[in-house]
């Protein structure tokens, strides 16, 4: 039986930038560098360089063990954002009473965009104030005073209005008027755990809805976005797959960030075995790779991560590695799972 370390050490997760989150969560999807590049605009040699410091931070070596540490550490789960550095609060403040009118609150820089949601606000009678103003608003008096709720609307926003719309703590709707890529407003509006994301073009069409559909603290986005993310996320079956005993000590070496060869000697079998082995393990999951196998086994439950504790550094008990690499040797899944 794995050796148990009785003490469980302090691990504080490391800091990273929100350009570094959005890097590793695009990375945890299967994504690589040149992809990672185009969906955030960025040089290929800019996201290489955001990968290696990444890595220190992390303290790995590779892609595989940045997405594993990653998950173990708790980054990559669904609703934490710390890490972004974004005052985004996980309830807004503003919850308003119900019934009274929803106070719209318009931002975004000066332009012809804004002045048409404007015109709509105005013409569908919606309270409305509108600031040009880039520092916190909380202590503004519509902020303090207004007893119904309020919705954040971001026409194209640059990077510079964000502060002063997480200061108000209401839902945020992004609306882009601008045609950039999909994926680009997708991970930029999750990331900033928006309220809505939607195309200028919708808007004129369904405003009222949308301010009452986000008002009462529903997510609302346009199905040009909405399509997207659906052909972007990876198709995984509705039942958990069942794997066998070396599918499972695969996944559990993937998980440990091994390469095909260090499995393969972990494993005493040949890197072809681990291959045809692998690619029947990325089939049952809907996987296009390692990193896209390990996120969606971790979703579904697969990896126990305590148990693989030792073999990369991860923040909980501690397991003898020789435990875990006889325990993989023999193909016993149900020693480290």
């Not at 209005?161 to 992004?174: E, F, P, Q």
């Not at 928006?194 to 200028?200: E, N, T």
């Not at 000697?265 to 996987?287: D, M, P, Y």
């Amino acid at each position: 039986m794995p050796v148990i370390d009785e003490k469980l050490p302090t691990i504080v997760a490391p800091s990273l930038t929100r350009r570094e989150m959005m890097v590793i969560v695009l990375m945890s999807a299967g994504h690589t560098a040149p992809e990672i590049a185009t969906l955030l605009e960025l040089r290929p040699r800019t996201v290489e360089n955001h990968k290696r410091r990444i890595y220190e931070k992390l303290g790995v070596g590779s892609q595989s063990q940045a997405v594993a540490k990653a998950i173990g550490l708790g980054l990559l789960q669904l609703g934490r954002m710390s890490t972004l550095d974004l005052p985004s609060p996980d309830r807004p403040q503003h919850a308003g009473e119900p019934g009274l009118p929803i106070l719209a609150v318009l931002m975004g820089p000066d332009g012809s965009a804004r002045d048409e949601v404007a015109q709509l606000l105005i013409s569908e009678r919606v309270p409305l104030v509108i600031t040009t103003k880039r520092e916190d608003l909380s202590c503004d008096h519509w902020a303090s005073c207004h007893r119904g709720r309020i919705v954040v609307l971001l026409v194209d926003p640059e990077p510079a209005d964000w502060s002063a719309a997480t200061s108000v703590s209401a839902h945020t709707v992004v609306i882009w008027s601008r045609d950039i890529p999909e994926q680009l407003a997708i991970t930029d509006a999750l990331a900033r755990k928006v309220s809505g994301l939607v195309a200028k073009a919708d808007v004129t069409t369904d405003f009222g809805p949308i301010l009452a559909t986000v008002a009462r603290g529903l997510l609302v986005m346009s199905w040009r976005y909405a399509e997207a993310l659906l052909s972007w996320a990876p198709t995984v079956s509705l039942t958990v797959p069942e794997l066998t005993a070396r599918e499972r000590g695969i996944l559990a070496s993937i998980a440990c960030g091994h390469s095909i060869r260090q499995t393969a000697r972990t494993l005493g079998i040949a890197t072809k075995t681990v291959e045809n082995i692998q690619g029947r393990l990325f089939r049952k999951l809907g996987a296009r790779n390692r990193m896209d196998a390990l996120t969606i086994a971790n979703s579904w439950g697969l990896i126990e991560w305590t148990a693989l504790a030792g073999s990369y550094n991860h923040p909980a008990r501690a397991f003898s590695q020789p435990s875990l690499e006889s325990a993989l040797s023999k193909g016993d899944a149900r020693r480290v799972f």
